[in-house]
């Protein structure tokens, strides 16, 4: 039988593959990432040198402590052992702050859009760290995040990145920058252990920080990020708890 004759009953007799939109949206989801999985513990070793991070308290933000956050139930250093990212559904950093002027919400920190003049060059800090930031819900937790306690609130911190979520990609300084408090935060918590999503610890509320979320390249910006943090010569001049002469403890007044 000649070639073309060949190829033309093959054609005739191989059936077309055809997706309904059901399972075209099915497959379409399976290759996307999935919120409810974003995740990670940080590792034993790697952890950071002190250093600062670029922020300033949200003005005016002190007036509302009392109404958008409450006292920790545990140690406010030893305590923390979490930290949850999230994605506000609103573009502006002034409609993300007025959950807590109407003190039904608070986080920690606060990382500008692209369209705001602080993107860049600083992040919101709003709630103190020494108190509970309301950005869970009490009953909400996830199996391997502090063996799956609940009132997440009190040993978490809680980092907000404005985005709308809805066709609005994150820009590189927001994940970078949201990275680098993770890293500050590591290097001042000592028990600190997990990097975890809202839509992780709570799936029927969200899905923040959403799909959009490079959270691959957070977790890398995290654990291995490509230069140091900078430290200061004056605090780089200091000599570590660790490697201090002992002295002879009676020579302090003790009370």
Request: some cysteine; charged content about 20%.
């Amino acid at each position: 039988m000649p070639p073309g004759r060949r190829d033309m009953i093959h054609a005739r007799f191989t059936p077309t593959l055809r997706y309904t939109d059901r399972q075209t949206r099915a497959l379409q989801e399976q290759a996307m990432p999935d919120p409810k999985t974003y995740l990670f513990d940080l590792p034993a070793a790697g952890r950071p040198a002190p250093f600062a991070i670029p922020e300033v308290l949200y003005p005016g933000v002190q007036d509302y402590w009392a109404r958008s956050t409450s006292l920790r139930r545990f140690d406010p250093i030893l305590g923390i052992n979490a930290v949850v990212i999230h994605a506000t559904a609103g573009g502006s950093s002034a409609r993300a702050m007025s959950v807590m002027q109407a003190g039904t919400g608070s986080f920690h920190w606060l990382v500008p859009d692209e369209n705001e003049s602080q993107h860049g060059n600083i992040v919101w800090a709003c709630a103190p760290e020494s108190r509970a930031a309301w950005h869970v819900g009490d009953d909400k937790s996830h199996p391997r995040v502090n063996g799956g306690a609940k009132r997440v609130n009190h040993w978490s911190l809680g980092i907000e990145v404005v985005k709308t979520q809805v066709a609005d990609p994150f820009s590189s300084w927001q994940v970078e920058v949201t990275a680098r408090i993770v890293r500050y935060c590591w290097a001042k918590y000592p028990n600190l252990k997990t990097i975890v999503s809202h839509a992780a610890l709570d799936p029927a509320c969200g899905t923040d920080p959403g799909v959009d979320f490079d959270w691959n390249h957070f977790r890398q910006l995290v654990i291995s990020p490509p230069g140091k943090e900078s430290v200061s010569s004056t605090i780089a001049g200091a000599t570590p708890m660790g490697k201090l002469a002992p002295i002879d403890v009676r020579t302090f007044c003790t009370g």
